[in-house]
């Protein structure tokens, strides 16, 4: 019998405590990044909203800015990804998503029914796969495993 560990799982719908402004102008700081107030509304965004994508982003910052270019927030998004302030994430059929949950390595859970992403932590053991049989050479930082299946709403929904 394989044994295999889920560790402090994520419920979907849980999120982190949102920083404030001045700890997300310090987080701009330490990765060595002007201020602007677009840096800050789509990384306010990005923590506000998890797994989100580009629209969601774009309609939060419009949302604290008034007016803000589809570019705008692209370049942004790609400077905070660049240095490590959020996470991009694609699960195959999916557009880009972003997220703030970047200090671990962590793993995600997709429900193929309505596409709602939730965050589980490392899984503890020896399968599936957790540790590459051959690395060819390559020095190994990070495994993403992507978990498919119904959330809990859809696979209600599905059983009635």
Not at 21 to 35: M, P, S
Not at 81 to 99: C, F
Request: glycine share 6%; aromatic share 4%.
């Amino acid at each position: 019998m394989v044994a295999l560990l889920l560790t402090r799982s994520r419920k979907v719908g849980k999120t982190a405590r949102v920083p404030t402004r001045t700890e997300i102008e310090r987080l701009l700081r330490g990765a060595d990044l002007r201020v602007t107030r677009p840096r800050v509304a789509v990384l306010t965004a990005v923590h506000e909203n998890p797994h989100a994508d580009t629209d969601r982003i774009l309609a939060a910052a419009r949302s604290a800015l008034g007016d803000v270019s589809h570019q705008a927030v692209y370049d942004v998004l790609r400077v905070l990804t660049a240095t490590g302030l959020v996470r991009r994430i694609e699960p195959a059929g999916s557009v880009a998503r972003y997220e703030s949950r970047v200090a671990d390595n962590h793993h995600h859970l997709v429900c193929r029914a309505c596409g709602v992403i939730a965050d589980v932590d490392c899984a503890v053991g020896t399968v599936p796969c957790l540790t590459a049989a051959e690395d060819h050479g390559f020095t190994i930082d990070e495994a993403e495993v992507i978990y498919w299946g119904l959330c809990p709403r859809c696979s209600t929904a599905q059983s009635c």
